[in-house]
């Protein structure tokens, strides 16, 4: 996988391995609107303060995003373009695999 993915990977999806228990997005939002729809005055239940960790690891995976440029083309594409790279690529791989076989073949029997 590419690095930079990785890096905005482990930002967006909670890992089980982290010390600390991560929130998925999602959950959270519909947890922050909820509690502004049932107390809207209160001073706790704040949109901003409930999303700051949100909007925090986004503004993180958009640096990542800004610094490079595979990760970008490869998050504009629609999965089912994911799945003919991904074949591409397997297929570009093969290819480099077995010219590696012929050539380590070639050094053996000189």
């Known amino acids: 996988m590419n690095p ?3 890096q905005i990977e482990s930002l967006l999806v909670p890992n089980s391995h982290q010390s600390s228990p991560s929130i998925e997005f ?17 001073s706790t239940n704040s949109l901003d303060a409930a999303t700051l960790s949100i909007r925090h690891r986004l503004k993180q995976c958009k640096a990542h995003l800004a610094e490079n440029d595979e990760c970008r083309e490869l998050l ?17 791989l093969d290819s480099k695999r077995e010219v590696f ?7 053996q029997q000189l």
């Open 26 to 42: 999602i959950p959270q939002l519909y947890y922050a609107l909820h509690q502004l729809k049932k107390d809207p005055n209160s």
């Open 76 to 92: 504009s594409q629609t999965p089912a373009e994911w799945d003919k790279t991904l074949t591409q690529r397997q297929n570009h």
């Open 4 to 6: 930079q993915l990785a």
């Open 101 to 107: 076989r012929a050539l380590e073949q070639q050094v």
